[in-house]
C-alpha cells in the first residue's frame, strides 16, 4: 500500500523560495526587535509586519517597479498604524474607522492590480494596531517594528532570490500572438485549428485568475485588452474571404496581410521580452510598416474599385469585401501591436492621466450592480463588526477574532460556510501540532527559538501550496511558538486562538447571509444583460457618427463608449467571481464564457464602426446611406437589447427578423455609381458605408453563434 502524501502544487518551486525567504528573514527580525529595541510593541509589529511584507506582499514587475511598490505599501502602513492606534481607545471610533478603511483598501483595488495584491498586507496593518488598544505613546514604537519589518523585507524581496515566475498570461498573450500571424500570413485548416485552440487557452487563463492582470494601471489594462482584441481578431480571420489567397490576390493585399504578420509576431516577441528595448523597437518598425501598407491600400483601393465596376457590381461587391477583411485584419493587428507596447511598459501615463483612469473605474464599479462593489462592502461590514465584537467582549487577543473574520469571508454564504470548516479543522491540527511542541520542549530556551523557522516555512508555504487548511494549521503553530517566545504562557494560548477566531468565522457566516448571500449568480445575468445593452447602444452610436455632420456626434459616442466599456468590465469581475465561487447552480462555463466573449465582439464591433468615419466633408452619399441602412441597424441593435434583457430574466432570446438585401443594394449601387463618376469623397463615403453593412452583417453572424449559449444559460 502507497502511503499519502499531500498534493503540493508549486511549478517551479518558486512558492517554497518565497516561504524560505520569510523562513530566514521574519526570526531576524523578530529576534532584533525582541533582544536589541526590548520593547514588546516594536517586537509585535516587527514580527507581524515582516510576515506581512514577505509573505502577504507579492509585486511582480521590474525591480524599481517592485520598489515603489513595496515603498507605497510602508507609507500606506505608516499612516494606517498611527490612525489605528489612535483610534483603538473608543470602541464606536475604532468600529467606524475600520469600517470605511476596510471599504477604501478593499474597493481600491479595482484601480490598479498592485492594489490588489496588497490589500491584504495593508489590512493587517489597521488590523493590527486598531484591535489592540493603546495609547498615543504606542505609536512610536509600534510604527519602528513596522519599519524595521519594512526596510527587512523589502530587501529581501528585492535580494534574495529576486527572480519571479514567468507571468502566464503574457506567455499565452504571446503564443496566441504567434499562431495568428501564421494564421495571417499563410492561412490552412491546421493554423486556424492552432489559432483558435491558442485564443480559447488564452481566454481560459484570464478567467481563472481572480483578479486582472496586476501592475501599473495602463500596463494592467493594455494586457487585459489584448485579449479581447486577439479574441476579435481570431474570429474575424477565421471568417471566409471572398477571393483570400487566390493566386491573382492583389499585391496590396499580400503586402499588408504580411506586414500584419510581422506585426504581431513582433508583439509576440515584446510580449516575451518587455524589458528588451530592441523588441519595442522592432515592434515600432513593424507598425510603421502596416500603416505604410494599410495607407498604400486605401490609396489605391479607389483604382482598384473602377476596374471592379467594370466588371458588375458583384465584383465590385467582392473587392470592397476583400478590403474591408483585410483592412479589419491589419487595423486589429496594429491595435495588438500598440497595446503590446503599452504592455511593455512603453509610454506610462502622467499622473493626471492615471488619475482620470483611476476615477473613471471607481465611477464604473461604485454601485451594487458591481461585484468589486458588493465584496468591498462584505468585506468592511465583516471588519468593522469583527472589531466592534473584539472590543466589546474584552478577547484576550483581539486581533484574531478580526483575521479569523477576514481568512474566511467569502463571496457568497455557501463559500463562507465550507471555508470555515476548512478553517476549523485546520486550526484544531495545528493547535495539536503546536501543544505537542510547547509540550515537548517547554515554553523557552533555543529550543524553541530553533522551531520558530520551520514554522515560518510551514506557515508561508502550506497555503500557497497544499491548501487552505494546511496553511491554518502552519499559521496556528507558528502563533503559538511566536506567543511562548513573547512571553511564555504554554499550550493554552491555543485555546485562546481557537475561542477567537470562532468568534470571528461566526461574524463572516452572519455577514455573508445577510448581504448578497448568493454571491455573483444573480447578479451574473444582469451584468450579462448590461452588457449586451450598452455595446448595441455603442453600435448604434458608432453608425451615428458615421453619417452625423463632423464631431456632431462625438459627444454622444464617447459616452456610449465609456457606458460600453465601464459594463464590459464589471462583467469580467461578476465572470470571474461566477467561476470561482463553490456550489450553487452553475451554467456551464463554457456557455457563459461564449456569452461574455459574445457581448466583448459587440463592443469590438462598435469601436471598429467608430473608426470608418471618413476624413474630409460630409457626402450626401453618408446621409442617402444611413437611410438606407436603418432598418437594419435598429433590428440588430433592438436584437441585442432584448437579448440582454432575456438574460437578465432568465428567459429565451427574441427572434432577429430576416434582413432586407435592398439596403445594401441601394448603397452597392451609389459606390458603382460614385466610383464611375471618380468622385473621392463620394467614394470614400460609399465605402464606409458598405464596411459598416459588413460590421452589421457580423453581428448577424454573431447572433447565431450567441443562441445556444443564451438557451442554455435560460435554462
Known amino acids: 500500500m502507497s502511503r499519502w502524501r499531500p498534493a503540493i502544487s508549486d511549478p517551479g518551486l518558486f512558492g517554497l523560495r518565497n516561504a524560505a525567504r520569510a523562513a530566514l528573514v521574519m526570526p531576524a527580525v523578530f529576534a532584533f526587535a525582541h533582544f536589541v529595541v526590548d520593547d514588546p510593541q516594536t517586537t509585535l509589529f516587527a514580527a507581524f509586519g515582516s510576515f506581512a511584507v514577505l509573505v502577504f506582499a507579492d509585486f511582480g514587475g521590474t525591480p524599481r517597479q517592485r520598489l515603489e511598490a513595496y515603498g507605497a505599501l510602508a507609507l500606506a502602513g505608516t499612516v494606517l498604524i498611527a490612525l489605528g492606534t489612535l483610534c483603538s481607545r473608543t470602541t464606536w471610533a475604532a468600529t467606524a474607522a475600520m469600517a470605511a478603511i476596510g471599504f477604501a483598501i478593499l474597493f481600491a483595488g479595482i484601480v490598479n492590480g498592485w492594489l490588489a495584491a496588497g490589500a491584504t498586507a495593508a489590512l493587517l496593518t489597521f488590523v493590527l494596531p486598531v484591535s489592540l488598544p493603546a495609547d498615543v505613546a504606542e505609536i512610536a514604537p509600534r510604527l519602528l517594528g513596522w519599519g524595521i519589518a519594512c526596510l527587512a523585507g523589502t530587501a529581501a524581496q528585492l535580494v534574495l532570490w529576486p ?202 464599479h461604485a454601485s451594487a450592480r458591481s461585484v468589486w462593489f458588493r465584496n468591498s462592502v462584505r468585506g468592511a461590514v465583516a471588519l468593522a463588526l469583527a472589531v466592534l465584537v473584539a472590543h466589546e467582549t474584552g478577547v484576550q487577543e483581539g486581533f484574531w477574532v478580526v483575521l479569523g473574520t477576514l481568512s474566511v469571508l467569502r463571496s457568497n454564504a455557501l463559500g463562507t460556510g465550507a471555508t470555515i470548516v476548512g478553517a476549523l479543522v485546520g486550526t484544531a491540527l495545528g493547535i495539536v501540532a503546536g501543544a505537542a511542541i510547547v509540550l515537548a520542549i517547554g515554553t523557552s530556551g533555543p529550543a524553541l527559538w530553533a522551531c520558530l523557522p520551520p514554522a515560518v516555512l510551514l506557515a508561508a508555504y502550506a497555503p500557497r501550496a497544499i491548501s487552505f487548511p494546511a496553511g491554518q494549521a502552519g499559521f496556528t503553530v507558528l502563533l503559538l511558538v511566536l506567543f511562548n517566545l513573547l512571553r511564555p504562557v504554554g499550550w493554552e494560548v491555543g485555546l485562546v486562538r481557537i475561542e477567537d477566531v470562532a468568534l470571528g468565522f461566526s461574524v463572516s457566516l452572519l455577514v455573508g447571509l445577510l448581504l448578497w448571500p448568493r454571491g455573483a449568480g444573480a447578479l ?46 464589471r462583467l469580467d469581475d461578476a465572470l470571474r467571481q461566477y467561476l470561482s465561487e463553490r456550489g450553487g447552480d452553475h451554467a456551464g462555463p463554457a456557455d457563459v464564457a461564449a456569452l461574455a466573449a459574445g457581448a466583448a465582439s459587440v463592443r469590438r464591433t462598435a469601436r471598429s464602426l467608430a473608426a470608418l468615419v471618413p476624413d474630409g466633408d460630409d457626402s450626401p452619399l453618408l446621409e442617402q446611406g444611413a437611410r438606407a441602412l436603418s432598418d437594419d441597424v435598429r433590428a440588430v441593435h433592438d436584437w441585442y437589447e432584448g437579448l440582454g434583457r432575456a438574460l437578465a430574466a432568465g428567459e429565451d432570446a427574441p427572434a432577429l427578423p430576416a434582413r432586407d438585401g435592398s439596403a445594401q443594394e441601394h448603397v452597392l449601387r451609389c459606390a458603382s455609381q460614385a466610383v464611375a463618376a471618380r468622385d473621392t469623397g463620394a467614394t470614400a463615403a460609399a465605402f464606409a458605408l458598405l464596411w459598416a453593412s459588413l460590421h452589421l452583417d457580423d453581428l448577424r453572424r454573431l447572433e447565431r453563434r450567441l443562441r445556444a449559449p443564451a438557451e442554455a444559460f435560460a435554462r
Open 524 to 569: 451574473l445575468r444582469a451584468t450579462l444583460g448590461d452588457a449586451y445593452a450598452r455595446g448595441a447602444d455603442h453600435v448604434r452610436a458608432g453608425l451615428h457618427a458615421l453619417t452625423a455632420p463632423a464631431g456632431a456626434a462625438d459627444g454622444a459616442l464617447a459616452a456610449a463608449e465609456r457606458a460600453a466599456e465601464g459594463s464590459g468590465r
Open 163 to 364: 527572480r519571479r515566475p514567468r507571468d502566464a498570461l503574457r506567455d499565452q498573450l504571446a503564443d496566441a500572438a504567434r499562431a495568428l500571424a501564421a494564421q495571417v500570413a499563410a492561412p490552412t485548416p491546421e493554423r486556424e485549428a492552432a489559432a483558435a485552440t491558442a485564443v480559447r487557452e488564452l481566454e481560459r487563463r484570464f478567467l481563472s485568475t481572480p483578479y486582472r492582470p496586476a501592475g501599473p494601471t495602463a500596463t494592467a489594462a493594455a494586457l487585459a485588452y489584448l485579449v479581447d482584441e486577439l479574441a476579435w481578431l481570431a474570429a474575424l480571420d477565421a471568417q471566409p474571404l471572398p477571393g483570400a489567397g487566390a493566386p491573382d490576390a492583389s499585391a496590396d493585399d499580400r503586402a499588408l496581410l504580411g506586414a500584419a504578420a510581422r506585426t504581431l509576431h513582433t508583439a509576440a516577441d515584446a510580449l516575451d521580452e518587455p524589458h528588451r528595448a530592441s523588441r519595442r523597437r522592432a515592434l515600432h518598425d513593424g507598425l510603421a510598416a502596416l500603416d505604410a501598407a494599410r495607407d498604400e491600400l486605401t490609396k489605391r483601393l479607389p483604382e482598384r474599385s473602377q476596374a471592379a465596376a467594370a466588371a458588375g457590381e458583384t465584383a465590385l461587391q467582392q473587392t470592397v469585401a476583400e478590403a474591408f477583411r483585410h483592412t479589419a485584419v491589419a487595423r486589429a493587428a496594429a491595435d495588438v501591436g500598440r497595446a503590446a507596447l503599452v504592455a511593455a511598459g512603453e509610454s506610462p501615463p502622467r499622473l493626471a492621466e492615471a488619475g482620470r483612469a483611476a476615477e473613471r473605474l471607481a465611477a464604473d
